[in-house]
């Protein structure tokens, strides 16, 4: 496809002869063909710096891609920004969740060293007590 556009490109600069249609039909260069990595990579660091290729907005202020303008690239960023947002609050109930299963586990652990301390205090014989200071020892 970039062959014929590039092609179809030289004919239209050959037919123009104040050379204006060259702003506007930019050589493609391989920097363009580069895939957007916030579609291939959600959870990237950095993607507020991502720029679009030229051609996604080759009409200006006519295209129906104009930001400006209400078009589809004000959708586009729209739902990236909305789609960052949700992964931001995905990551602060995860960050939530984190903290207070720590916290439940260090009391679970407490849990069951009281309770064995519990079964040392009560118990009459020397080796069940020897076994509870044990598992005392262990949570």
């Known amino acids: 496809h970039v062959r014929s556009y ?9 037919l123009d002869p104040d050379g204006n249609m060259a ?3 930019q050589e493609i260069l391989p920097e363009d063909l580069t895939v957007s990595k916030e579609v291939t990579e ?11 290729a030229w051609s996604w907005v080759i009409d200006g202020e006519r295209s129906q891609f104009n930001v400006e303008a209400g078009g589809l690239m004000e ?6 920004w909305l789609k960052a947002r949700a992964r931001r609050d995905r ?7 984190v903290r207070h299963e720590m916290l439940w586990t260090g009391l679970w652990f407490e849990y069951h060293k009281k309770m064995w301390k519990q079964r040392a205090l009560q ?17």
């Open 123 to 139: 118990s009459t014989e020397p080796g069940k007590e020897a076994y509870a200071n044990k598992q005392m020892g262990l949570w």
């Open 6 to 14: 590039q092609r179809a490109r030289q004919a239209i600069l050959r």
């Open 91 to 97: 990551w602060k109930e995860e960050v939530s969740l």
């Open 42 to 52: 959600e959870n990237r660091f950095g993607q507020g710096t991502s720029k679009l």
């Open 75 to 80: 959708e586009f960023y729209r739902i990236n």
């Open 23 to 25: 702003e506007k039909y």
